[in-house]
């Protein structure tokens, strides 16, 4: 029969070019750059570049990134998780219950804290393989409940729904400043005294730079990106990710445990909203039963735009922390681009839809969907 | 001929009242295309999953190599050596072909205490395995959804016969397939054969069946009437056996023969 010996002449060449932007990420490499081009056009000289103005929508978009990752393995692996934003309220305000009103040292509160919000995350797993109801509406639950909690526990404890004195309770801490603390210090400083970076002119901070060292909130999200690029390219865990999400019977049927790895992505999820939560609480100070809102939609919106399929199976966590780079950028930008902030959803929007046609289309030509 | 790589002796099995096997027997060996025909609803499904250790037979007895075997779980069975490829197979559309070749039995490289997925070894491996199968890949990373519904079954036997499969038992592959689509998978089929692989056949396809088969064992209502060898038997005595004879002989006769 066919002894094919050379190549099939129904396979197109494809050019290097062609190839290489053939990939799930193209859709956020291009809306990264068409964001950055259009601000650098209508908001370069509103101080969105200097400094300052770096860090803000860095800070910003570093936020969203480390959200997007945990969304996304858990997407590419075939679930949603919607209780993500009342997670982050959840764990904050626990922080603040055992480490300011109990009293407990820091780190045993942050440490706790991770434990039992991560011990939800593999709840909301267990209960989505056991049952196979779809995870939108089983994180849909957990998202009402986590919520009530957040408000009731304050309420009944404290009578109030807003925690502070987390910074003073976490003086000294050992484990606190991984969260909180800003590194870089001394090479900020000596860029501000070469003038690189500006420095306050007036003021009791007179001489230091504006910019005083990078928070470890940008730290854990650029290592939590590299982790799930790694993770879910390299390893064979990641293969287990992929082949969850793609058809569930076909991975089980070759042998793949798609029960334990879904369980262990949601748990994944959760560990990111908390990190999330703990670098938020450290930099405010304190808690509130409203943080958090509407995160869970950011996230998957952050994670979409970076080209995965909410189907599950496909997509790249390059893909969602440029997503994330995206949101930040834009949400911040239009703050210095000075446009009524009302528009920053109409401009969402336009980015969502114009970044998912243009995913589909490329996937369509990467897989031979039809 | 060698001996039997599998022996199903007398294998009943009833799904509370309904008898789907009724006692049958059949022998696999090494290097030969067993071909199980059967009309829709003859118990074909239910024989080749009992051997795959889906079923446990209600009675009966499986020896296999010699020994006699008690499958509890598909996973025994795979262990052991016998791979199915369903008809709707486990290939994952999204997923590259080499993530697809090696998912659940991914290779690995380590570095200390880290356990990587050896994407280098997987790609030569696939694109090796692929050429011996005769189909050209534009890489490895190409995905499975781009590929035909018979490269696709084509990938899939290149990788049961690659991790070991002895037995390999194809359920209905050509039934959704084009002709020359068909005709790829019957040329993958007999080159299987000559590696000495127990390939078993199932169809409901008559012509299919006679181009790779080399014995045929026809069920029928959840029984069987022997084994016949290549040679001995026509397609129309088969076709008569697998539909129970009388009845499609008269409806052959209006459509003209060409069932």
Redesign the interface.
């Given at each position: 029969?066919?002894?094919?010996s050379?190549?099939?002449e129904r396979?197109k060449e494809?050019s290097k070019v062609r190839k290489a932007l053939m990939r799930p990420e193209l859709g956020g490499i291009v809306g990264t750059v068409a964001v950055f081009v259009f601000f650098g056009l209508f908001a370069f000289d509103s101080g969105m570049f200097n400094a300052q103005g770096i860090m803000n929508w860095s800070v910003v978009s570093a936020q969203f990134m480390i959200i997007a990752v945990g969304a996304c393995l858990l997407m590419i692996s075939g679930e949603f998780d919607l209780s993500v934003g009342s997670m982050i309220g959840f764990a904050g305000m626990m922080i603040a219950i055992f480490g300011v009103t109990l009293g407990w040292p820091m780190w045993i509160a942050i440490l706790v804290t991770f434990v039992i919000c991560v011990a939800f995350g593999a709840l909301n797993g267990y209960i989505v393989v056991k049952t196979g109801l779809p995870s939108f509406i089983v994180t849909l639950a957990t998202l009402f409940i986590l919520r009530g909690f957040t408000i009731f526990i304050p309420q009944t404890i404290e009578r109030k729904t807003i925690i502070g004195g987390i910074r003073e309770a976490a003086e000294g801490d050992w484990l606190a400043p991984l969260f909180g603390a800003k590194i870089g210090a001394p090479i900020f400083n000596w860029l501000g005294d070469m003038g690189i970076i500006a420095t306050f002119e007036r003021g009791n901070r007179m001489g230091e730079p504006v910019v005083d060292g990078i928070p470890m909130l940008m730290v854990w999200a650029l290592g939590l990106v590299i982790f799930g690029h790694w993770l879910l390219t390299?390893?064979?865990f990641?293969?287990?990710i992929?082949?969850s999400g793609?058809?569930a019977d076909?991975?089980r049927?070759?042998?793949?445990p798609v029960n334990a790895v879904k369980i262990q992505m949601f748990m994944f999820t959760a560990f990111c909203a908390t990190v999330f939560a703990v670098c938020q609480v450290m930099e405010f100070g304190s808690a509130g039963a409203d943080r958090g809102l509407l995160k869970e939609f950011e996230a998957i919106i952050a994670v979409v735009i970076g080209g995965a399929?909410l189907t599950g199976?496909?997509g790249s966590v390059i893909g969602a922390a440029l997503g994330a780079l995206i949101f930040g950028v834009v949400q911040q930008g239009l703050f210095f681009a000075g446009v009524e902030s009302s528009l920053f959803r109409v401009f969402l929007g336009v980015i969502l839809l114009a970044a998912v046609i243009l995913n589909t289309y490329i996937r369509r030509i990467?897989?031979?969907?039809r | 001929m060698n001996d039997p790589i599998i022996q199903m002796k007398n294998i009943q099995k009833h799904f509370g009242s309904v008898i789907a096997l009724a006692g049958v027997s059949v022998d696999i060996r090494g290097g030969e295309c067993h071909c199980l025909l059967g009309d829709n609803g003859a118990g074909k499904s239910t024989f080749i999953k009992t051997m795959s250790g889906v079923h446990k037979p209600t009675s009966g007895e499986i020896i296999f190599e010699g020994k006699p075997m008690n499958f509890t779980r598909p996973r025994d069975a795979i262990e052991a050596g016998i791979a199915t490829v369903h008809q709707h197979l486990a290939m994952i559309p999204l997923m590259s072909v080499s993530r697809n070749f090696f998912m659940g039995n991914e290779p690995i490289k380590k570095f200390g205490p880290i356990r990587l997925f050896d994407h280098d070894h997987a790609n030569e491996i696939t694109m090796r395995e692929m050429k011996k199968m005769g189909i050209n890949l534009r890489g490895p990373d190409q995905a499975v959804g781009t590929l035909s519904g018979g490269e696709r079954q084509t990938v899939a036997i290149a990788r049961a016969v690659h991790f070991g499969a002895k037995v390999l038992i194809l359920d209905e592959p050509t039934s959704a397939l084009g002709v020359r689509q068909t005709s790829n998978v019957l040329a993958t089929i007999d080159k299987v054969r000559k590696q000495g692989i127990a390939v078993v056949f199932i169809t409901h396809n008559v012509r299919h069946a006679m181009a790779v088969g080399d014995r045929f064992t026809v069920l029928n209502r959840g029984q069987t009437h022997g084994t016949a060898m290549k040679g001995e038997i026509t397609p129309e005595e088969l076709q008569d056996l697998m539909a129970g004879g009388q009845e499609l002989a008269t409806l052959e006769g209006s459509l003209g023969g060409t069932v």
């Amino acid at each position: 029969m066919s002894d094919v010996s050379s190549g099939d002449e129904r396979i197109k060449e494809m050019s290097k070019v062609r190839k290489a932007l053939m990939r799930p990420e193209l859709g956020g490499i291009v809306g990264t750059v068409a964001v950055f081009v259009f601000f650098g056009l209508f908001a370069f000289d509103s101080g969105m570049f200097n400094a300052q103005g770096i860090m803000n929508w860095s800070v910003v978009s570093a936020q969203f990134m480390i959200i997007a990752v945990g969304a996304c393995l858990l997407m590419i692996s075939g679930e949603f998780d919607l209780s993500v934003g009342s997670m982050i309220g959840f764990a904050g305000m626990m922080i603040a219950i055992f480490g300011v009103t109990l009293g407990w040292p820091m780190w045993i509160a942050i440490l706790v804290t991770f434990v039992i919000c991560v011990a939800f995350g593999a709840l909301n797993g267990y209960i989505v393989v056991k049952t196979g109801l779809p995870s939108f509406i089983v994180t849909l639950a957990t998202l009402f409940i986590l919520r009530g909690f957040t408000i009731f526990i304050p309420q009944t404890i404290e009578r109030k729904t807003i925690i502070g004195g987390i910074r003073e309770a976490a003086e000294g801490d050992w484990l606190a400043p991984l969260f909180g603390a800003k590194i870089g210090a001394p090479i900020f400083n000596w860029l501000g005294d070469m003038g690189i970076i500006a420095t306050f002119e007036r003021g009791n901070r007179m001489g230091e730079p504006v910019v005083d060292g990078i928070p470890m909130l940008m730290v854990w999200a650029l290592g939590l990106v590299i982790f799930g690029h790694w993770l879910l390219t390299r390893t064979r865990f990641g293969n287990w990710i992929f082949a969850s999400g793609g058809d569930a019977d076909a991975a089980r049927n070759s042998g793949v445990p798609v029960n334990a790895v879904k369980i262990q992505m949601f748990m994944f999820t959760a560990f990111c909203a908390t990190v999330f939560a703990v670098c938020q609480v450290m930099e405010f100070g304190s808690a509130g039963a409203d943080r958090g809102l509407l995160k869970e939609f950011e996230a998957i919106i952050a994670v979409v735009i970076g080209g995965a399929l909410l189907t599950g199976g496909y997509g790249s966590v390059i893909g969602a922390a440029l997503g994330a780079l995206i949101f930040g950028v834009v949400q911040q930008g239009l703050f210095f681009a000075g446009v009524e902030s009302s528009l920053f959803r109409v401009f969402l929007g336009v980015i969502l839809l114009a970044a998912v046609i243009l995913n589909t289309y490329i996937r369509r030509i990467i897989t031979g969907e039809r | 001929m060698n001996d039997p790589i599998i022996q199903m002796k007398n294998i009943q099995k009833h799904f509370g009242s309904v008898i789907a096997l009724a006692g049958v027997s059949v022998d696999i060996r090494g290097g030969e295309c067993h071909c199980l025909l059967g009309d829709n609803g003859a118990g074909k499904s239910t024989f080749i999953k009992t051997m795959s250790g889906v079923h446990k037979p209600t009675s009966g007895e499986i020896i296999f190599e010699g020994k006699p075997m008690n499958f509890t779980r598909p996973r025994d069975a795979i262990e052991a050596g016998i791979a199915t490829v369903h008809q709707h197979l486990a290939m994952i559309p999204l997923m590259s072909v080499s993530r697809n070749f090696f998912m659940g039995n991914e290779p690995i490289k380590k570095f200390g205490p880290i356990r990587l997925f050896d994407h280098d070894h997987a790609n030569e491996i696939t694109m090796r395995e692929m050429k011996k199968m005769g189909i050209n890949l534009r890489g490895p990373d190409q995905a499975v959804g781009t590929l035909s519904g018979g490269e696709r079954q084509t990938v899939a036997i290149a990788r049961a016969v690659h991790f070991g499969a002895k037995v390999l038992i194809l359920d209905e592959p050509t039934s959704a397939l084009g002709v020359r689509q068909t005709s790829n998978v019957l040329a993958t089929i007999d080159k299987v054969r000559k590696q000495g692989i127990a390939v078993v056949f199932i169809t409901h396809n008559v012509r299919h069946a006679m181009a790779v088969g080399d014995r045929f064992t026809v069920l029928n209502r959840g029984q069987t009437h022997g084994t016949a060898m290549k040679g001995e038997i026509t397609p129309e005595e088969l076709q008569d056996l697998m539909a129970g004879g009388q009845e499609l002989a008269t409806l052959e006769g209006s459509l003209g023969g060409t069932v």
